[in-house]
């Protein structure tokens, strides 16, 4: 059995991770708040402003909005900016952090779903049933009555149309493959994100039902190719909106 050498002693020391650029920016936001430089019912600097000063992209602001907008600091306000809806409370104050910490990226999902669920499509629009294709059409209709509706159940519908697509391939490991992805549509920073800034009105929640009708009517018509094509059209738009 060895020991330390003499005069030493053992420390414990927890491991470093790298953190989410989102995730520090969310932090100083809500220092901010807490110093009192934005006061309840105030408005935050604009993004752009925002990057400006802490010298990051827009879209780890966007971030950082969307997981204060998650826990209640922060509310959007179309048109005008987003506002100081309460003060942090100490207990409380790295809730958002610790949001974008645990939750996926909205980029990480971006990025998987967009590289994924073209090939779903495509494989789909060969291999449609009757009943598969009645349960993408229950899904599209539910969306469609929820554009004026409540968000959340939108976002259900959503959900049930792209788990029907999977399922429309009639391949296993295809779905069991999907349901993580698609489980993505459930966290918090993911559902704020798309609120705020991809669906952020009802002209925008309707072009992107459209564009879920015209990739059904491919699926069924049996055009792969265009149905592909409809489902990177869906995810380059949303990419646009990240970035822009």
């Known amino acids: ?42 408005r935050l600097p604009s993004e752009f402003d925002l990057a400006e000063q802490m010298g990051v992209s827009r879209p780890s602001i966007r971030e950082a909005l969307s997981a204060l907008q998650a826990v209640g600091v922060v509310e959007s306000r179309t048109g005008s900016g987003n ?68 968000f959340e159940h939108y976002l259900d519908a959503d959900k049930s149309f792209h788990t029907a697509l999977a399922a429309a391939t009639g391949n296993r490991l295809i779905i069991d493959a999907m349901q993580p ?15 705020h800034y991809y669906l952020k009105n009802v002209e925008d929640i309707e072009q992107v039902v459209d564009l879920h009708e015209e990739l059904l009517d491919a699926v069924a018509c049996g055009r792969p190719a265009l149905a592909a094509e409809c489902m990177r059209e869906h995810w380059r738009r949303m990419r646009e909106i990240w970035e822009a």
């Open 83 to 150: 506002y100081v809806r309460r003060t942090p409370a100490q207990e409380d104050e790295q809730a958002a952090p610790q949001l974008i910490e645990t939750e996926d990226s909205c980029l990480e999902v971006m990025e998987a779903r967009a590289a994924f669920e073209p090939h779903v499509a495509e494989l789909a629009a060969t291999r449609l049933t009757p009943a598969a294709r009645e349960a993408l059409a229950a899904a599209l209709q539910h969306m469609r009555r929820a554009i004026d509706g409540d």
């Open 1 to 42: 059995m060895t020991s330390s050498p003499k005069g030493t002693q053992r420390s414990e020391f927890e491991k470093v991770r790298p953190r989410k650029v989102s995730a520090i920016v969310a932090e100083q936001i809500v220092q901010a708040i807490q110093r009192g430089d934005f006061p309840v019912g105030s």
């Open 181 to 195: 992805l698609l489980a993505t549509i459930d966290e918090a920073l993911y559902r704020e994100f798309t609120h």
